[in-house]
């Protein structure tokens, strides 16, 4: 008998929902912009975000800027996967939500990082191992494994089938961001 962990259920619950209606004919609607895939990522995302943040605050102060790389890793994503240019919103929101505004404020996010962790190497290169071990890292990998996975879908053919794979593999990898970020914690020596 294999040993799924209590944790997967809902993951898997999901995976066999969403593969369950492709194959009763209805891969284009649960896989389309802006779907119920594509908005289910958008709440994992979301989720993931929230819950790297507050456990930022449950680490070593010096160990929070990689909580908050994983909880900037959530709208870096989300906006990448939204097509907010075709949403009914201001032209401000749009500005601020794609293209130049949007790779402007990632961009600077991202570098605000970079110059918290290059500034507190010293002190935290002895823990990389461990931090590299933990189950978030392990987890994190597992995540981009399956988003590339997922990419192979995206340059291939554009069927019904094939934008449904991608969909389903990058929603697995985001759902793998959860436990992440619940188990974000074991990264401080607190």
């Not at 997967?8 to 004919?25: E, K, Q």
């Not at 990389?128 to 590339?148: D, Q, Y």
């Not at 094939?162 to 985001?174: L, M, P, S, V």
Request: with cysteine; aromatic share 14%; hydrophobic share 55%.
């Amino acid at each position: 008998m294999i040993f799924i962990p209590k944790t997967f259920y809902p993951l898997i619950a999901g995976f066999v929902f969403f593969v369950s209606s492709a194959f009763a004919g209805d891969a284009y609607t649960v896989a389309k912009e802006n779907g119920a895939l594509e908005n289910t990522q958008v709440a994992l995302l979301l989720l993931s975000g929230l819950i790297f943040v507050v456990q930022s605050f449950r680490v070593e102060r010096i160990y929070r800027f990689i909580l908050w790389m994983g909880a900037w890793l959530s709208p870096s994503i989300i906006l990448r996967e939204l097509d907010i240019d075709k949403l009914a919103v201001p032209q401000w929101v749009i500005w601020m939500g794609s293209g130049t505004g949007r790779n402007l404020i990632m961009g600077l996010g991202w570098i605000a990082l970079c110059v918290l962790a290059i500034q507190s190497y010293s002190v935290w290169k002895g823990s990389f191992i461990r931090i590299a071990r933990s189950r978030t890292a392990s987890l994190m990998v597992a995540a981009v494994t399956l988003l590339l996975f997922g990419s192979l879908f995206d340059h291939g053919s554009q069927t019904d089938l094939a934008k449904f794979w991608e969909e389903i593999f990058e929603t697995i990898g985001y759902s793998l961001l959860l436990p992440a970020a619940f188990f974000s914690t074991s990264i401080s020596k607190k």
